[in-house]
DNA sequence: CGTAAATACGAGTGATCGCTCGCATCATTG
DNA sequence: CAATGATGCGAGCGATCACTCGTATTTACG
């Protein structure tokens, strides 16, 4: 035996949770945690946001905190992937929704709702969604818009084919890559950054707009 | 006399230059420690610049760079104030090409080449763009794309008046900022992220088509 | 040429901060 | 009620890095 007892042999290469919280109070400190990455970032900013900082916010010590967070930038890559999470989850509740109530909405009905839902979801919190977009975009990209991108495209392909197709746009690829990139854009441009004095409503009204456009022009 | 003798009493709010160059040696110091700074920023990112890492591959005195730097963000400032102003003469020179020849374009002419001319000067330097804006967007925003709104917004106003307006938009300024985020955005998806085995020219035609498709459908 | 200003230098300092480690406390299990 | 593992603690180590300052060199200029 040459004494290495260490439980990780090859540290992951994606830097999750370091340990399994498996009591309630472990699992509460976590949760405590990531509130208090959330607190910092919103509040100061991904340049001041230090370890220490978090461990004071959330009341805990910093040891605790290394047990379960591998490092600094783990924190906030599981604050980032809850943060989706928590969004997937009402986007996809409100279409859940829909499908239990009447089917066979028109292509311009379904984008205008399913634009709605992902505006409300980015309403949730809103400074930290900025925050995340604006600071922790050099993180490694995550798989929610990877997500997104395979709803959109079922959407599209549904309303591209039959006799009477609402979608007139040539490759259909493109179309997603193109709708996608305006979709996120406007929505964060909508809810994170409107212009100052601009009525939420119009604007929400004119992103669809823009949308329905391209695809049907 | 209190033998306080600094020449800056206050401190400027934006650090920019702390000393003027004034001989030609010290204006190409200036140049080369941004061309090192640009260097480094793309090679291993914002979060591995460090001003001795500059100073090194600048192959100058950690201290001469401080002699023209208040601190590192300057040094980001700046560099971005350069590709900046370097792009936007691209995109200038462009345009007072197109008004030396022909008039009385129609909108989607104009809007094709605006659109055109923005890609190529995004063509410029396109890894040190990206750095930057997904790296260094947290810095106080400067003024580039108050100035492209200003130009789009007259190019629209242009066009949105007469008999026959070929702009059918309901607000010129809630359309003015939809299309500029429009733009912005599909510019960079089409120049810095485009789908692999993607065709440029086709990604360029959709973007253009979808701006075109909002203003006048 | 002489002198003063401008420029260039780089070792070193002070402060920050990510992270460890040895120990205390709490929960679980038999 | 042991006994064992899980959890929690926080002082402090080690490394990094922005930035200074005293000095050396170069240029401008009369």
Redesign the pocket.
Same mark, same amino acid.
């Given at each position: 035996m040459l004494g290495n007892s260490r439980p990780e042999p090859i540290p992951p290469a994606r830097p999750s949770l370091r #340990?399994q919280?498996?009591?309630a109070?472990?699992r509460a400190?976590v949760d405590v945690i990531l509130d208090a990455t959330a607190r910092v970032l919103v509040r100061d900013g991904y340049a001041?946001?230090?370890?220490?900082a978090v461990a004071a916010v959330a009341g805990?010590?910093?040891?605790?905190l290394?047990?379960y967070f591998p490092? #600094?930038d783990a924190l906030v890559l599981a604050l980032r992937d809850r943060h989706s999470r928590r969004m997937h989850a009402l986007i996809m509740a409100e279409v859940a929704h829909w499908e239990t109530a009447g089917h066979d909405a028109t292509l311009a009905d379904l984008m205008g709702r399913t634009l709605h839902a992902a505006i409300e979801a980015h309403r949730l919190e809103p400074a930290l969604h900025k925050v995340l977009a604006l600071e922790a975009a050099h993180l490694e990209t995550h798989h929610e818009e990877d997500e997104t991108d395979g709803f959109l495209r079922a959407l599209l392909e549904r309303h591209a084919q039959g006799p009477n197709p609402e979608v007139t746009v040539p490759d259909l690829g493109i179309a997603t890559f193109i709708v996608g990139r305006m979709a996120h854009a406007l929505i964060h441009a909508v809810v994170l950054d409107p212009p100052p004095g601009a009525d939420a409503h119009a604007l929400e009204r004119e992103a669809v707009r823009a949308v329905m456009a391209y695809l049907t022009a």
């Open positions: #340990k919280p498996r009591q109070r472990s400190l001041a946001l230090t370890t220490n805990v010590s910093i040891g605790s290394y047990q490092n #600094k």
